[in-house]
């Protein structure tokens, strides 16, 4: 796939001065918007996940008038709800030495130092004031017998920042953003649009004017327009089809918007969690994840004999190789996901895994029970347990868990500036849809912060230096009716193709070349490979692909065939944004460039910049974001 | 394993709807329930007929939108499972097993097992929320709550909302589901304010849906993936009584 190299681009919203006054200045030299003026303003958000059910939630008590949208049949099912360990925050309740700055030290070392200090300062600082607002809702955390907050340690930190609602804090933490979004709808601000799919974006006169969506009841095309589009769509990791993710989660509202213009920055940075179920057959059609904060209490180990087949409880202690205790001594067990993740494939490949296919490793409670008894880890991770048998019909309280990585997260995204508008004025991009504040690699707890972070006190605060120069007027009908017909014209060709394979079987095969190819290794020739195959096959998809029905019903079929199309030019992106960056970093890693002991090898002088890419006509054409470090410096990451 | 499925087919929500009967093959004991409904479903779009509808996402029990009801049980027999959670290996070989939609009127049919549950959204808009605008809130820590408390709030919390309470219910009644934010935010010194108008406005919602009123028979829990306690209703009354009375 060619591309070209376009100009630099800037984050030019960024303020400069001390890190830590950065986000206040800005948030005084934001314009303000006139209560009177804000019900003049509409603003559509897509999602209602933490960031998008929080945005829409404040924009809606700040007066704004809100369409709010999502494909599921209530605001409360968007994935954020499966997350289970937790949520980091600066509040150094424990007095362990935690600070707002030690989070952003963190944040920014545990991403490879690839995320901007900006941005990553200005989480850990509002991360405070997250806990403080979800306990107002009632969200209810996890406490300590006085009555105070309770908190675990996570991967990536010396820390116990931790906040938790046994392993469901996403559920709790999404209910109370979903609560808040509810009583807007029922004040009258937030106009709440189920079963709705965003399937593209309206920009006129150089402006994110509105949405076009698909009713997926009545299958009736609709156009929505606002005077600023917020997508909080979430992450792409569907596109290896078996991930973590929920199965409706698609990459369609920024892969589109990305075609009308968003710039895609840093595709190929994925996580891959180490602690999930693994797979156990060839019908699969998920993966489901065991929460990091298992790692607190339980021990990671293989046999140290290849191939030994021995039940767990057969291999003597001095037979087993706690590997992760044994590389990384200080952190042991609760070393980052990249780094855990390819700890467990390096194993593997030694021929030491376990379970089905080799592709396992254990997950070890049995000390843990030794020394705290069954009840206390019952409390603590009861329903994660219950999970896991109910999957695998193993009891962990009597065997290891087996565990190996999969797909969990994409800390890529459209790119965002400070203020988390894209490079379409008037669209702003939240959550992990966006690519702001991860970096590499996403510390565990993290992706719930960044949110909420976006969705109740960032964006609320920076969309209104924008909407403070609206209302935007009428919107260019010839733009509107444009994006109508291109939505119209990909769904016909979707149905008149009839062929004989279905989206899922098509789905599958592009899963398992990206695993293959573009997975928790990559390589020049596994890049090149893929790049070659990714293009038949979307071509044999548009030749060969069947949908049965009509575009006039609702219809599952229709609507995962749109999905998959998308898919295929976003994983072709993918593919190339990792053959380009040369170097390791996070959970990037490019086996040609790694140090003598096998850990990702960064390359600082020629990638410290976000690729950017921009979609033309006649090719990506990358734009470079150059990285500057001010206050951390740029180190080796090392967690031995 | 090898399986005869009978599932209701319903085009829309005016079409009369039908149970119509599928032979499955091979079905493997560690799929999930949805997975065999996958493979099913693959081969009726390759054979041109139109795949069964049914709502699901998270598939591992949580978000709340899948639901069946399994041979005449809300999520099929295994307790405290969603149905994403339910797993072949809990059914015998040769097996004839009936799938129908949740059956309440205010649960529309919208097409074959998938149903219309926006009933719920709106009991939650009557008051199922603290009043607490972003970025007004205190310090987390200047309200300390007992940890029993905190404990037993969230047990009523983890409630995910898929409607199986409703199905099982002979009367229909969406007690369960009400009662279950009701208590949450009842037992939370945050909720305290609006406790009583909150469950006045949610019970009152409920009733204006025309779910039935609960007269403890108790398959709401029985059959509830997340196993909120019976005794949620009763905290509801009492602060629905009590919110009449003043």
């Not at chain 1, 509002?126 to 306990?135: E, K, L, R, T």
């Not at chain 1, 990909?490 to 997975?519: A, Q």
Request: charged share 25%; hydrophobic share 35%; with cysteine.
């Amino acid at each position: 796939m060619k591309y070209t190299e376009g100009p630099e681009i800037r984050d030019t919203k960024a303020p400069d001065g001390p890190i830590e006054e950065r986000w206040e200045k800005r948030k005084f030299s934001a314009k303000l918007v006139n209560p009177a003026n804000k019900r003049k303003l509409n603003v559509i958000v897509v999602g209602t996940g933490l960031a998008g059910g929080s945005a829409a939630a404040t924009l809606g008590e700040l007066g704004y008038n809100v369409k709010s949208f999502c494909y599921q049949d209530s605001p409360r099912r968007a994935h954020s709800i499966a997350a289970q360990g937790g949520i980091n925050a600066a509040k150094n309740y424990r007095g362990d030495g935690d600070s707002i700055y030690r989070l952003f030290y963190d944040t920014v070392k545990g991403g490879d130092f690839r995320a901007r200090e900006s941005n990553v300062y200005r989480l850990a600082q509002v991360s405070v004031n997250i806990i403080d607002q979800a306990v107002a809702q009632g969200v209810p955390f996890a406490r300590e017998y006085g009555g105070l907050l309770d908190t675990r340690s996570f991967g990536g930190a010396q820390v116990s920042r931790t906040f938790y609602a046994r392993g469901q804090t996403g559920q709790q933490l999404l209910l109370g953003a979903y609560q808040a979004l509810e009583r807007q709808v029922a004040a009258g601000t937030v106009e709440m649009h189920t079963r709705h799919e965003m399937l593209d974006l309206i920009v006129a006169d150089g402006r994110a004017r509105g949405i076009i969506v698909r009713d997926m009841v009545t299958g009736e095309i609709e156009r929505h327009l606002a005077d600023a589009v917020v997508l909080a769509t979430g992450g792409y990791g569907n596109v290896f089809f078996l991930s973590t993710n929920a199965k409706g989660c698609n990459t369609t509202a920024i892969w589109r918007a990305h075609e009308r213009g968003a710039y895609f920055a840093n595709p190929c940075y994925t996580q891959i969690h180490p602690t999930c179920i693994p797979v156990s057959g060839e019908y699969q059609s998920k993966l489901t994840l065991m929460s990091e904060s298992l790692r607190n209490d339980g021990r990671v180990w293989v046999p140290l004999r290849k191939n030994d087949e021995r039940a767990p409880g057969d291999i003597p202690e001095e037979e087993r190789d706690y590997y992760l205790e044994r590389i990384y001594p200080s952190f042991g067990n609760l070393v980052p996901r990249d780094i855990a993740s390819r700890a467990a494939k390096n194993v593997c490949d030694e021929g030491r895994g376990v379970g089905p296919g080799g592709l396992g490793v254990y997950l070890d409670f049995r000390d843990a029970i030794n020394r705290l008894g069954r009840d206390a880890v019952e409390k603590k991770y009861g329903n994660l347990f219950e999970m896991y048998e109910r999957i695998t019909g193993e009891n962990p309280y009597d065997v290891p868990m087996r565990i190996y990585p999969a797909v969990h997260y994409t800390m890529g995204g459209l790119w965002v500036d400070y203020d988390l508008q894209s490079t379409i004025p008037g669209l702003f991009v939240i959550g992990e849809a966006n690519f702001s504040d991860h970096g590499a690699n996403r510390l565990g707890a993290s992706a719930l912060m960044q949110g909420l972070a976006d969705g109740y006190f960032v964006l609320p605060t920076t969309i209104g230096d924008y909407l403070a120069n609206g209302p935007y007027g009428d919107v260019d009908e010839e733009a509107v009716a444009e994006a109508e017909i291109k939505v119209r014209n990909k769904i016909d060709r979707l149905l008149s193709v009839n062929g004989t394979r279905t989206p899922d079987s098509f789905h599958r095969e592009l899963g398992r070349l990206m695993w293959d190819y573009c997975g928790m290794e990559r390589t020049e020739e596994s890049l090149r490979k893929a790049l070659e195959r990714i293009p038949e096959l979307r071509e044999e998809f548009w030749q060969n692909v069947k949908v049965t029905g009509t575009a006039e019903e609702l219809n599952q079929v229709l609507e995962k065939a749109g999905r998959v199309a998308d898919f295929f030019d976003l994983a072709e992106l993918m593919c190339l944004d990792a053959l380009v960056r040369t170097e390791s970093c996070g959970g990037h890693f490019r086996a040609e460039s790694q140090d003598a002991d096998g850990e990702a090898l960064r390359d600082d002088e020629n990638f410290a910049h976000v690729s950017a890419w921009e979609h033309t006509p006649d090719g990506p054409v990358l734009h470079k974001e150059p990285l500057e470090y001010e206050y951390v410096k740029m180190t080796q990451r090392s967690y031995k | 394993m090898n399986l005869t499925l009978r599932v209701w087919r319903q085009k829309d929500q005016s079409d009369k709807g039908r149970m119509v009967t599928y032979k499955v093959e091979d079905v493997s004991p560690d799929m999930s329930f949805l997975e065999m409904l996958d493979v099913l479903n693959e081969r009726l779009i390759l054979e041109g007929d139109d795949p069964i509808a049914f709502d699901h996402d998270c598939r591992e029990g949580i978000c709340g939108m899948c639901g069946m009801v399994i041979n005449g049980v809300a999520h099929g027999e295994q307790r405290a499972t969603t149905t994403c959670q339910l797993h072949m290996r809990h059914f015998e070989d040769g097996a004839e097993i009936t799938i129908e939609p949740w059956r309440a009127a205010p649960f529309p049919v919208v097409k074959d097992l998938v149903v219309d549950r926006s009933a719920f959204d709106r009991i939650i808009q009557a008051g199922g929320f603290v009043s607490v605008p972003a970025g007004s809130a205190p310090d987390a820590h200047s309200v300390p709550v007992r940890k029993e408390d905190a404990d037993a709030a969230f047990d009523a919390a983890t409630c995910i909302g898929c409607g199986a309470c409703v199905a099982a219910c002979p009367n229909g009644s969406a007690s369960l589901f009400t009662a279950a934010k009701i208590t949450h935010l009842s037992l939370l010194p945050q909720g305290q304010p609006e406790r009583l108008s909150r469950a006045k406005a949610m019970v009152d919602q409920m009733d204006a849906e025309g779910f039935g009123g609960c007269t403890n028979t108790g398959e709401c829990t029985a059959v509830c993936p997340k196993g909120i306690p019976l005794d949620a209703i009763a905290q509801m009354n009492s602060d629905y009584l009590k919110a009449n009375a003043k």
